[in-house]
């Protein structure tokens, strides 16, 4: 069975006075019933670890490069966040497609890499409000997941997150009904890729909006495994009720 994941993106946000909600965080959570991953700056991912240490919250980071060293100055590595105390690492969230121009292609290649290092990928797809509009929807994510997911790819190592962009952090949220019929899309898409076997292992988060007021209809929804949270991640008391509503589910 799939082991339910609550997911925190913080974004280009929090300084080291920002980590007293990671370890506020800690506390309300010393025995969860699901995962718990946050991906924190990356300035922050050292001093984070020192402070979950053998804790149930995992870290990860908010990207990687292709490559594993070289001249890429201002870049971070996929070897360099396992050093930092990364276990996962989310790639082609919308906010890099659109601002740094990333292409499917590449975050394939970066998610290879990342798999390599033994760092669980969580790879977004998601669809803009004039290609929802289109009802082109199913089409945008089936060729996002093909491009982006590497041959690499298990249950163990691939987590994919529904994230519509029209819904990130607008305070828009699709229906139930819209949700699972993408859910249920790539599930069917990795179950035909990868077999049964991986197809039914991978975890399908689902992100735009959710927050305490949303999430117990969202986790009851056919083939969502979790969230992946942006701005409700940010404070132990936001983001507690949503893993908590997600503990309700399992």
């Known amino acids: 069975m799939r082991r339910k994941l609550a997911a925190g993106n913080w974004k280009m946000n929090g300084t080291k006075a920002a980590l007293s909600e990671l370890e506020a965080l800690r506390d309300a959570h010393p025995d969860p019933a699901v995962d ?3 991906c924190p700056p990356a300035t922050l991912l050292s001093p984070a670890q020192s402070l979950v ?3 149930p919250i995992a870290l990860g980071g908010q990207d990687c490069h292709a490559k594993t060293d ?3 100055t201002g870049d971070i590595s996929a070897p360099m966040l396992v050093d930092a105390g990364a276990t996962a690492v989310i790639l082609g969230h919308s906010e890099r497609r659109e601002d740094h121009e990333e292409e499917s292609h590449d975050i394939r290649i970066k998610a290879r890499t990342a798999q390599a290092a033994g760092l669980m990928t969580v790879i977004c797809l998601g669809e803009s409000l004039d290609q929802r509009e289109a009802q082109d929807t199913l089409d945008i994510i089936g060729a996002q997941l093909s491009l982006s ?17 029209w819904a990130i952090g607008t305070g828009l949220t699709p229906t139930p009904d819209q949700i699972g019929e993408v ?3 790539i599930r069917s898409r990795l179950e035909r890729r990868f077999g049964p076997g991986v197809g039914r292992s991978v975890r399908l988060l689902y992100g735009g909006s959710v927050k305490a007021a949303n999430a117990e209809e969202i986790f009851a929804i056919s083939n969502v495994d979790g969230a ?15 893993i908590k509503a997600l503990e309700a589910a399992v």
């Open 36 to 38: 718990i991953l946050i």
């Open 53 to 55: 240490g053998n804790s």
């Open 70 to 72: 070289g001249a890429h």
């Open 149 to 165: 997911v590497p041959d690499s790819s298990t249950g163990l190592n691939l987590v994919v997150a529904y994230e519509p962009i």
């Open 183 to 185: 859910h249920d899309f």
């Open 228 to 242: 992946l949270v942006g701005g409700a991640s940010l404070t132990e008391a936001q983001f507690s009720p949503i």
